[in-house]
């Protein structure tokens, strides 16, 4: 049967091109400086009355290391989603100019510059990442030995002494780094590559408990263990956070994996059990449990007021539109205000405003990763990208879940906001393996004639 003309025409017609929007990056990028400067600018005029000195000095450091990150991106990944390297920028100048403001009002000055310092070795490995993983598929064969390697980088930290009463730091001399950071991204990489190979097996029912079909035993035996060796050094550290952030990311790339609500809900269960018997067996999350159900308990008892009452504080004075940046009092939270609670200063000095602003931000990266992961046809990259993207949402979720007090305090950190090496390095690397990866999702497909 002769094909008709007009569907030889149409496909014989060369295909759309595909825009590369990488003008749109550089606008964007460049708003994203500009608005951190900006910032910067208003903490000194707030503060002093004038412009800081080295305003022009902050601005040509965070404008270059934009820039180098960009042009990478035109370069190895013209591809990629417009939209994920000025976010991650501008949440890293918020970061900077908060911390900075931080600085200025407590003993401890110099945090920013240290930060500075830790976003530019997260900017070279955003540039590294982009240049050597040319395909995400190849991370699918270093599975099971960067789950093993995530596995010692967890456990390395009991031979440490505690710091703020958690094992979760390792610290030499002057210098001090957090594993579980690295460790969350090879975790991902492991969970996205065994269950794309099992998927089917999993969605496959065995063994009926009560209202639940189950998976085979052999089949999701593998990964449970592992997750659950994870946690279990997790507990001994008495990191609830981090804990709480790897049994998230499990059920959620599980439910992805095999499209069964139920997981959800046998995930809320088991995470609930968890948690309880976590608070009542560690004395370190009992009191932080404490603190949440009765937040102003300490200021009756004649103790003052603690972190999560001063963070409370702290948002209901800064209203709708704050007071300016540098007229606020969040560091009365004391030594967490960069760290864990570095959001209540957001949320006083830049008012709710702001604070949905930020939220905004973080919801618009969680979901152009989602968008890449849906977009992508292998089934690997599919999890790891909603697996990154979930991370970071798992993670503003459990410290603004803490810092407004819907949730007992975990200790984590605001993604590329708070002070804090480790974790802002992990941020732009888990930034640049989405980038990578919308790449080859929005890369047009080669013609016939370039095929051949």
Request: charged share 10%.
């Amino acid at each position: 049967m002769a094909t008709p003309p007009a569907v030889t025409r149409a496909a014989a017609r060369p295909s759309r091109p595909v825009p590369t929007r990488r003008g749109t990056e550089l606008a964007l990028v460049l708003a994203a400086v500009l608005t951190a400067v900006f910032g910067y600018v208003e903490v000194g005029v707030n503060l002093d009355g004038k412009v800081p000195a080295d305003a022009a000095q902050y601005g040509a450091a965070l404008g270059v290391l934009a820039l180098l990150a960009h042009a990478v991106v035109r370069w190895r990944a013209r591809y990629a989603d417009p939209l994920l390297l000025p976010i991650a920028v501008l949440l890293n100048g918020i970061g900077l100019v908060v911390i900075y403001r931080l600085d200025r009002a407590s003993s401890g000055a110099g945090a920013a510059s240290t930060q500075l310092l830790w976003s530019s070795l997260g900017v070279a490995l955003f540039i590294l990442v982009v240049l050597l993983v040319r395909d995400h598929r190849r991370l699918q064969r270093y599975a099971y030995l960067g789950a093993l390697v995530a596995l010692v980088l967890l456990v390395l930290p009991i031979f440490f002494p505690p710091v703020y009463g958690s094992r979760i730091w390792i610290v030499i001399g002057p210098l001090s780094f957090q594993p579980g950071e690295f460790a969350k991204v090879l975790l991902a990489v492991f969970f996205a590559a065994y269950l794309a190979v099992h998927r089917d097996a999993l969605a496959l029912t065995g063994r009926r408990v009560w209202r639940w079909q189950l998976p085979r035993g052999r089949v999701l035996g593998p990964v449970l263990l592992i997750w659950a060796a994870f946690v279990g050094v997790l507990v001994l550290e008495t990191d609830l956070g981090t804990s709480l952030l790897f049994f998230g990311l499990f059920v959620v790339m599980l439910y992805v994996a095999t499209a069964r609500t139920g997981w959800i809900a046998i995930g809320l269960v088991l995470a609930a059990v968890g948690a309880v018997t976590v608070g009542w067996l560690s004395p370190h999350v009992h009191s932080r449990v404490t603190d949440w159900l009765d937040p102003l308990g300490s200021i009756a008892a004649g103790k003052g007021a603690n972190q999560i009452a001063q963070s409370l504080f702290a948002f209901a004075w800064g209203g709708e539109l704050g007071t300016g940046l540098g007229n606020g009092h969040s560091v009365l939270i004391g030594f967490a205000a960069k760290s864990d609670f570095i959001l209540a200063t957001i949320g006083e000095e830049l008012g709710l405003t702001g604070l949905i602003a930020v939220f905004l931000l973080y919801a618009l990266l969680v979901s152009r990763g989602f968008r890449t992961g849906i977009a992508l046809r292998d089934p690997f990259g599919r999890l790891l990208a909603i697996g990154l993207a979930a991370i970071v949402g798992l993670q503003v979720f459990v410290v603004a879940g803490g810092v407004l007090g819907l949730i007992p305090l975990t200790g984590m950190t605001l993604p590329f906001v708070a002070q804090g090496g480790s974790s802002v390095v992990t941020n732009w690397i888990i930034v640049a393996l989405l980038v990578r990866m919308s790449d080859i999702a929005r890369r047009p497909a080669p013609l016939a004639s370039e095929e051949s």
